[in-house]
């Protein structure tokens, strides 16, 4: 579903200040495949999200998505085989419009544009069952403006809308991070049932090492633009968080004092 190969970015080239974010990365996703990423700040975590999204140019390698090779297309021109949800609860949806309109602007994501994007009666029946979901009683407020519901309802909203499509590939960039315990567990909970039920290819990042062997089914783990380890069944599902910070240190070669800190 998702190949990378020889994938190189490099910030500030040529400026004597550059900064290799990533570094001749290889990376094959099967169909189905739920990976979650870990990593120190500064990794290449975001970077490789970035780039294949098409938010970064890369400098070297191929992206290839679903067969097409997409290394060469601009962000607008993947939207239609990507779906994203950020950190930001208020990133990715448009708080002046309603819950409905926000939702058929997700509907036609990747489409040809058009003159509008009008909310019918049959989109609006799909809308409320796929609300319905949610447990958030979003489905009988679908002519609120989106700016009024909570930060964990609009993150519950994005992800609806960045999966609305069944796209090829979802990307979840610790769409998590910014909510409370108790919300954070709830759209943990809700990624689950969306990317499980649709049977959808995902990569998720985290700080969260807990979250990253209980997500998914393979993990990897990046430094310094390197993936460093890619942890599969069953050897994953026997390891402890603990056992994942020794991996870190064993492989980094040294161990920061805030190590713990920057991955737990």
């Known amino acids: 579903m998702l190949r990378i190969s020889q994938l190189r970015k490099v910030f500030a080239s040529g400026n004597g200040m550059e900064k290799v974010a990533l570094d001749d990365v290889d990376l094959n996703v099967g169909p189905g495949d739920f990976v979650t990423i870990i990593g120190s700040n500064g990794a290449g975590k975001s970077t490789l999200l970035n780039a ?18 997409v290394t ?13 949800v950020f950190q930001d609860p208020m990133i ?14 997700a509907l036609k994501r990747g489409c040809r544009p058009g003159l509008g994007f009008g909310v019918n009666q049959r989109n609006r029946a799909h809308f409320q069952e796929l609300l319905s979901l949610l447990d958030l009683g979003l489905e009988d407020r679908l002519k609120d403006p989106v700016g009024l519901l909570s930060g964990g309802q609009r993150q ?24 409370d315990p108790k919300t954070a567990e709830q759209i943990g909970e809700l990624t689950r049932k969306i990317v499980g039920g649709r049977r959808l290819t995902a990569l998720m990042i985290t700080h969260n090492l807990q979250d990253a062997l209980a997500f998914g089914n393979r ?10 380890l890619d942890l599969r069944n069953p050897r994953r599902a026997k390891m402890s968080v603990d056992d994942l910070l020794d991996q870190f240190v064993a492989l980094r070669g040294t161990r920061f004092l805030d190590d713990r800190a920057l991955l737990a």
């Open 156 to 179: 519950a909203l994005t992800l609806l809308m960045a999966t609305i499509s069944s796209p090829k590939l979802l990307l979840l960039d610790e769409h998590t991070a910014a909510l």
């Open 72 to 84: 060469l297309w601009p962000e607008h021109r993947r939207a239609g085989l990507i779906g994203r």
């Open 219 to 228: 993990t990897l783990m990046m430094d310094q633009g390197n993936i460093i």
């Open 52 to 69: 294949v999204a098409g938010a970064y140019s890369v400098d070297e390698g191929r992206i290839c998505i679903d067969g097409q090779d």
């Open 92 to 105: 990715g949806t448009a708080a002046s419009m309603t819950i409905e309109e926000n939702l058929a602007m």
